[in-house]
């Protein structure tokens, strides 16, 4: 039953992770993220901390102040080496 859950956890925290960088016009202005990108963010911490309590630190560091480039970075790292996700997202699209 447990692994289910995690399984389903994991499958909804890489569809956020896409959703949030696969629109950066809905969830960045300027550059940063806006209100509506903080609150997918915020999901994807909970369940990250929840999920992998060993990716805290890096997920984390992303903050109000961090850039689309620094999100995009931090995201795709997690997206590639935890879930093992091709990434077709770059800071430059």
Not at 51 to 78: C, F, G, W
């Amino acid at each position: 039953m447990t692994r289910e859950v995690n399984r389903r956890n994991e499958e909804y925290l890489v569809s956020l992770i896409q959703k949030l960088l696969a629109e950066p016009s809905t969830y960045f202005s300027n550059g940063y993220l806006n209100s509506e990108g903080w609150k997918v963010l915020l999901v994807i911490r909970r369940l990250v901390i929840r999920n992998k309590p060993y990716l805290a630190r890096r997920i984390k560091s992303i903050n109000h102040q961090s850039s689309y480039e620094e999100v995009v970075r931090v995201l795709t790292s997690l997206l590639k080496s935890e879930f093992n996700e091709e990434c077709e997202y770059s800071c430059y699209s």
